[in-house]
């Protein structure tokens, strides 16, 4: 598969599968979620089951008619509701890849986690991966984790590593670069996650997560901007030529998704990995693009994980 640079690309990459991906929406009642759907179905990009769970600010009815066979709708009574029913289509394979839309993030979050009827299997950790296409960065460049997990242990870092290196393969990066993140160089005792660092380091070179290169600790200019390290002395391969950034907590994760979108004026996608199938997650403050960007994202990672025999 040929390396996936930018979201132009991605989109073009997943109308060229041979079978369009089916997606469960979660309350589909906002505006920007009518614009995802609106033109994935005119794109022939994807498919939906619309799970309704209250009023809709769009024809959700008419749309449906529009394209029978390609969009449906199933009535709940409740957001709650629409979440467990969106979930379970998920879970028994009516559906490809989960989708939020006018939901509140805790309601659906509360139906994929379920223990008993959700989509995380037991014992596995859900990270949230972004996929941002900055103006200045010759590839994608993705992030974890921005919004899901607070303070990585270890063992949630080793699995943010795993999900982030299994989707940049799933879009043609064969040797994912992977950064650990932290302000300097230095490895401290003070900062408990550059000793998880140093382990996450010798994993990858016991080839924990196959081909795949690990660098830190270093800051995001060195990892993405090849002079810096060069002025540095840094040797790492990863050093100006990083696909994956793993930040060492949500707060540092998340300022820079909201300031790499604001003022950098880049554009982001992004979905929960670690589940059964992708979620797409997007914030309130997403706008039509980026949550279709995500789309995107979740229904060709999708599609390859099922290619490829390795689940999500």
């Not at 469960?24 to 759907?37: M, Q, R």
Request: glycine share 8%.
């Amino acid at each position: 598969m040929q390396n996936i640079c930018d979201f132009d690309s991605l989109v073009q990459c997943l109308r060229s599968m041979p079978r369009r991906r089916r997606v469960a929406v979660a309350c589909p009642g906002d505006t920007h979620t009518e614009y995802v759907i609106r033109r994935a179905l005119e794109e022939q990009t994807a498919d939906f089951l619309l799970v309704c769970g209250g009023p809709a600010a769009w024809d959700v009815e008419g749309l449906c008619a529009a394209h029978p066979g390609r969009a449906e709708i199933v009535a709940a009574q409740t957001p709650d509701e629409a979440a467990r029913m969106a979930v379970e289509s998920v879970r028994e394979g009516r559906a490809d890849v989960l989708m939020k839309g006018s939901i509140n993030t805790d309601n659906l979050l509360r139906a994929v986690l379920d223990k008993e009827h959700g989509l995380l299997l037991p014992g596995s950790v859900m990270s949230h991966l972004t996929a941002i296409e900055a103006p200045d960065y010759p590839k994608l460049l993705f992030a974890t984790d921005v919004a899901v997990i607070p303070r990585p242990t270890l063992e949630q870092f080793d699995a943010m590593v795993r999900h982030a290196v299994a989707v940049c393969r799933c879009l043609g990066i064969a040797a994912p670069r992977v950064a650990l993140l932290h302000c300097t160089e230095k490895v401290s005792e003070k900062f408990p996650h550059t000793l998880s660092y140093m382990e996450l380091e010798r994993r990858a070179a016991a080839g924990a997560y196959g081909d795949a290169v690990l660098g830190g600790p270093m800051d995001v200019k060195t990892a993405c901007d090849a002079e810096s390290g060069l002025v540095k002395g840094i040797s790492s391969p990863v050093a100006g030529q990083a696909d994956v950034l793993v930040f060492p907590g949500i707060e540092a994760g998340n300022t820079f998704y909201k300031t790499m979108s604001l003022f950098g004026h880049a554009r982001m996608a992004g979905m929960l990995c670690g589940t059964t199938a992708p979620v797409v997650l997007s914030s309130r403050a997403d706008t039509g693009e980026s949550k279709y960007a995500s789309l995107a994202l979740a229904c060709v990672t999708a599609a390859m994980a099922n290619k490829n025999g390795t689940g999500q």
